[in-house]
Structure formats: C-alpha cells, structure tokens
C-alpha cells in the first residue's frame, strides 16, 4: 500500500521560514506539494520529477519556496522562506506514477498525504 506522510507544519510569523517533509513508501515519477486554503480550491505550489529532479513552481511561490528531494531516504522536502499571511493553508503531498502529466495540476496525481496545516500570521 502506498502511503505518504507528511511533517513539518505550523505556526509562524510573516517574513519566518517552515521545512515540511513527505516520506513516499512506493516509487513515484512525480511528486508534489499542494495546498487548500478554507474557502478555495486546492492550488498547485511545486512539483519535482524524480528522474533529473526537475522542479516546477507556482509564481506565487518562485523565489521564497524551495522543492527538493532526497531518495536515498524517499522523502520530498518543501522549504518555505519569506511566509506571508496568504501562504496560510492546509499543505499536501502528492505522487503520481505516470511521466506526463501537467504537473501542477492536482488531477494529474493519484496518492495523497493526510495534509499538514500552517499557518502565518501578520
């Protein structure tokens, strides 16, 4: 069974950083970190292909949100720096398992997190 696991959320004030991590049991091509603030629909904010680690950001997050990975311990990592007001939602991870797909587009992926909440307060 697959399951991925998410850690790292919580509270901070504007301009502060939080690490979140997601530990994959499975092999995915692509995974990716999205969030679901109340009342809105659940965004992409970045995906890395696993092959290459080629990494892909939303505009709202280039330049303050970094994606990595290390597969030596199957975890995806999403550091965030520069945290606003509006960064403040539930953060998933996500995996998928086919190469071509749009990858910012929570259609496209098929395994889900349980969801960690941060929040950032002005």
């Known amino acids: 069974e697959v399951q991925l696991v998410e850690s790292g959320g919580g509270s901070v004030q504007a301009g502060g950083s939080l690490s979140l991590s997601c530990a994959v049991s499975g092999s995915m091509y692509w995974m990716a970190w999205f969030r679901q603030a109340p009342g809105k629909e659940r965004e992409g904010v970045a995906a890395?292909?696993?092959?290459?680690?080629?990494?892909y950001y939303a505009d709202t997050v280039k330049g303050r949100f970094t994606i990595s990975q290390d597969n030596a311990k199957n975890t995806v990592y999403l550091q965030m720096n520069s945290l606003r007001p509006d960064d403040t939602a539930m953060y998933y991870c996500?995996?998928?398992?086919?190469?071509?797909?749009?990858?910012?587009?929570?259609?496209?992926?098929?395994?889900w997190g349980q969801g960690t909440q941060v929040t950032v307060s002005s």
């Open positions: 996500a995996g998928a398992r086919s190469w071509d797909i749009r990858p910012l587009e929570n259609q496209q992926y098929n395994y």
């Open positions: 890395i292909r696993r092959i290459a680690s080629v990494t």
